[in-house]
């Protein structure tokens, strides 16, 4: 089993919707998170020469700083 990633946040979406309620994120532009790169959202892109890492809120493990 993979260990997991660390990598920062450099953009957010409007959160997730929960009924006809959307649900803010917790998650903040900066912040160092934790996350499974194993986890059935997590996408890996380049763009511009530049590796990406596209992941649900739900599938961050924890924020680190």
Do not use: C, H, Q
Request: aromatic content about 6%.
């Amino acid at each position: 089993k993979e260990k997991p990633s660390r990598g920062r946040v450099i953009a957010l979406g409007d959160g997730a919707f929960d009924g006809d309620e959307r649900v803010p994120m917790t998650v903040k532009v900066d912040d160092v998170v934790l996350f499974a790169k194993w986890a059935s959202s997590a996408n890996e892109v380049k763009i511009n020469g530049k590796d990406y890492v596209l992941i649900k809120e739900t599938d961050i493990l924890g924020i680190l700083e």
